[in-house]
C-alpha cells in the first residue's frame, strides 16, 4: 500500500521520476531490522521466521555487539534478548534509548522465563515496544515485526514524498526566479533611463545599455569604478552627500549632477536613487536633463536681459520724469518772474507817470496788465496740471454724493447771480484720491456752470451707474454743447472749442479730468451737440478691482 | 544807499526788476534806507562771511532771500546762516517764485523764518514785501 501511495507522483513526469534528486534515497535499501542473542540457533530461527519479511536482518550476539551496529545504521525494529552475556538486555535497551538516534526505535523484548510482572515492568520502563515469551511463536513474531516494518516502510515513503515535494517546489521556485530575473534584465535592458546598481561602498555595480547610448560606456566600463569618479569636479561635494544620505535613511532621495561621458564631456542627469540596505546597494536611474538644463539657463539669461532691459527702461522714466520735474519747476520760476517785472513796470507807469499817458496810453496799458494776469493763469494751471501727473493717489472710499454737493454749493455761491438748477442723485461711492476726485468734480461741474451761461436757468444732472467691473458717473448740462467731430479734442492741453472772449478758460481743465481719471485707471469721454448741451462721462473701476493708476 | 546808514536788510536777489520792485514796496513804508542788495549767493556769503569763517551779524535785522540764485543757491545761503552761531539769530525770509511744496519743506528743515512766494499782482506783491519788513524789522522782537 506504501509503495502504491508514490506511484501517482512518480509517474506524474518523465522529467521527474528520473530527475536524480527523487532517487537520492535508495529505493533498494531496504528495511533493517536487529536481532539481539547470544544462541547461535535462536538467531537462526528467527532469520528463518522474518526472512520472507523483505527486510534487512543483522544479528549480533551480545548487548555491546547490538551498539556497535547501532551506531553504522537505524533500525525499524530491534528484538533484543533479555538474556544476555556481560551486559543484558534491559541494559542495552537503556544504552539504545539513550542515543538520539536510536530513541524511538521500537525493541521488542525476547525472553524465555515466565514472565514475572517485575520483568515485564522493567521492560516497558526501558522503554519496550513488546514482549516476546519464548518459546517464541513464529506468527506472533511475524505479525509484530511486520508492523513495525510497515510501519517504518511509510514513514520511509512519506518521507520520499515529501522529498520529491521539496525539490519539485524548488524547482519550480527556481523557474519564477528565472523569469523575475529574466523580466528584471528585460526592464534593464529597455529602459531608456540610465540605470545603475552601486555598492555602498560607491562603486558601480551595473549599468544598463542606455549608459551606452547616452554616455558612451559600454557597462562593462564602468563596472567596479567609482560613482563619483564620473562626476563633474564642482557636484562632486552634492553627489557625495546624497548618497551618504541614502545610506543613512530609507526612502528615494532626487538629484542632478554632470556626468562624464566617455569622450569627456558632461551631460546633466537627474537621478533618482533609492537604498537597499539589506543588500547594500543603491538602485538609481538617470535621465539626461541637459536641454532642460540649457533651456533653464537660457530663460534665466532671457529674464535677466528683460530685467536689465526693464530697469533700463524705468530709469530712462525717471530721468524723463526728473527733466520733467525741473522743467515745471523752471515754468514756475523762470515764466513768473519776467510777468511779475512786465505786471509790475506796467502797473508803476500807470500809478506814477500816469500824467504822461492819453487815453490811448491807458487803454494800452490796461490791455497789458489783462494779458499779464492771463498768462498767470496759465502759469499756475500748467502747473498743477504737471504736479497733478506725479502727485502720489491717496485711494479711499469717497462719497460721491457729499463730494457733489460740496462742489455745486461752492459754484452756486460763486454765480450768485445765476439760477442754476443741479440734480444730484444718489451716486455711488468711488474708490479713489478724494482730493483729485474734488478737482475733476469743481472742473466738470464748472464747465456745466459755466458753458451753460446763456441759458435762463441752468439744468446740472449728475448721476451714476453701474456697469461690469466699473462704476459710470455722467455730468449732463443744457448749455451751448459743441460740435461732437471734436469730442476726442476736447481733453488735450490747451484745447479750447470756444474762444476766450467768449467763454474764459485755459484749457487745462479738462486735460487735468482726463489725467486724473486716467491715474486712476478709468475712462473719461464726453458726447454733445451744438446748441442743445453736453455730457461728460467718467469711469473708475470698482473697489478691489483696481489696477494700479499709471503716471499718465 | 548813503555808506553811513547802517546794512539793516539784506536783500538777496538776482533778477534786477524783482529787486527794483522791492526797493519800491520798501520806500513806500520808510523801510528802505537800510538795505543792502547782493546778486548772487556767492556775493551774499561774502557779505555775511566778511572773515570766511565765522558770520558777522553786525546790524542786520532780516535777510530776504531767493532760492534760485546763481552761483550758489539761496538753499545753501540759509543752511549756512543757520549753522553759524551768531548769524542764525537773524530772521531768514525766502522770497521766491517757486510754490513748489519740496521747496518749502527743505527751508523750514533748514530753519528758515518764513517762506513767501512773490505774488504776481504788482500791489499784492507791494503789500506783502511791505507787511513782511513792518514785521520783521518793527513787529517782532529778534533775539539780538
Known sequence: MARKSIDPVKGRTKAQASSPAASRIPRDSRISVLLVDDRAEDLMVLEAILGDLDVQLVKASSGEEALRCLLDRDFSAILLDVHLPGMNGFETAEMIRKRERSRATPIIFLTA?????????????????????????????????????????????????????????????????AQVTEQRNRIFALSPDLICIAGFDGNIREGNPPWEETLGWTPARVTG??????????DRPSTGEALARLKKEPGAISFENRFQRAGGDYVWLAWTGTPYPSERLIYAVARDVSEAKRAAVEALRLNVELERRVSERTAQLESANKELESFSYSVSHDLRAPLRAIEGFTRRLVDRHAAGLDAEGRRLTEVVLTNTRRMAQLIDDLLAFSRMGRAELNRSRVDMTTLARAVSDELRSANAGRKIDFRIGDLAPAWGDKALLRQVLTNLLGNAVKYTRPRETAVIEFSSRQEKGETVWTIRDNGVGFEEAFASKLFGVFQRLHSSEEFEGTGVGLALVQRVILRHGGRVWAEGRMGTGAAFHFSLPTEGQGHAGKPA | MPASQPEEILLVEDNSCDAEMTVWALEKNQLSRGLHRVKDGAEALTFLFPQGGSGSAGSLKAVLLDIKLPLVDGIEVL?????DPELKRVPVIILTSSSEPKDREVCYALGVNSYVVKPLEFEEFVSTVGLLARYWLKVNCSCQ
Open chain 1, 113 to 177: 522465563e515466565e514472565s514475572s510482572p517485575g520483568s515485564l515492568q522493567h521492560a516497558y520502563a526501558v522503554g519496550a515496544a513488546d514482549f516476546i515469551m519464548k518459546p517464541i511463536s513464529a506468527e506472533a513474531i511475524r505479525s509484530k515485526v511486520s508492523v513495525f516494518v510497515e510501519l517504518a516502510r511509510t514513514m520511509r515513503e512519506v518521507r520520499i514524498q515529501a522529498e520529491q515535494l521539496r525539490r519539485m517546489e524548488d524547482r519550480q521556485h527556481r523557474q519564477l526566479l
Open chain 1, 225 to 234: 569604478r567609482p560613482f563619483l569618479e564620473f562626476v563633474h569636479p564642482d
Open chain 2, 79 to 83: 543752511k549756512r546762516i543757520k549753522s
